[in-house]
């Protein structure tokens, strides 16, 4: 049987970091660009440069039913493939795709709102 890591630890330490600019967003996309920055520092806190990750190797999928997706080039690594089949990490990126899609649906709801936040 195989121990199975927890990740926790590293998600306390993202996210007041990722709440903050999550609550600041001003549109959909600002959405997906820090759920982005977050889930890479999260997974290069983790790894401590043993895999070097890039900014589209995360998305946040609205219309897909995990929520995220990661990019072929992650998944065929086998470093990061063996922590991820061993540890909390799944849940841990699950978690924060789970809170931006709330924020991102609040405002897709209300576009007019985002529109008028936008300084000019």
């Known amino acids: 049987m195989t121990e199975q890591q927890s990740f926790t630890k590293y998600e306390h330490k993202i996210l007041p970091g990722f709440r903050e600019r999550i ?22 806190n983790i790894f401590e440069g ?15 039913d995990s929520n995220y997706s990661l990019s072929k080039r992650v998944l065929c690594s086998e470093d990061f493939m063996s922590v991820w089949n061993n540890s909390d990490l799944p849940r841990v990126i699950q978690r ?25």
């Open 23 to 44: 609550n600041k967003a001003e549109s959909t996309e600002d959405v997906k660009k820090f759920f982005v920055y977050s889930a890479k520092e999260l997974c290069e």
């Open 50 to 64: 043993q895999i070097d990750f890039e900014y589209e190797d995360f998305a946040l999928t609205p219309d897909n």
């Open 96 to 120: 924060l795709a789970e809170s931006a899609l709330r924020r991102y649906k609040h405002l897709k709801k209300s576009p007019e709102k985002t529109s008028s936040k936008i300084r000019r």
